[in-house]
């Protein structure tokens, strides 16, 4: 499970492989905190190459339940990983960088 989007980094090669490398979920104070690495495609990553970069996002509680409510990723048959993926592609209120980003 991965994002692809090409975007730039500070070595001034694009990365397009993005990968989810931490997820932090707090089900009490209903937050969570994604860290998304960028590598420069995927046999880059496959072979376990440094990451171009590193974004994190943060979700606050009144996002929380649109993405990690139990129910919801029950009902979904869904996993707090696959919802991080759809946080981060649908996270337009604070950071669009992955908006429209392909899944591979």
Known sequence: ?????E???LYGVNASYWRIIELGVNYQYKIAKIRIAGYLN???RDNNSTPLDIKTFN???KEFDK???TDLL???N???LRQAYEFVKNNEL???TFVNAEDI
């Open 59 to 61: 979700c606050n509680p």
């Open 78 to 80: 869904n996993n707090p």
């Open 7 to 9: 975007l730039p980094t």
């Open 67 to 69: 993405f990690f409510n």
């Open 74 to 76: 029950n009902e979904l």
């Open 1 to 5: 499970m991965a994002l692809q989007k």
């Open 94 to 96: 604070y950071d669009k």
């Open 42 to 44: 995927k046999e880059a």
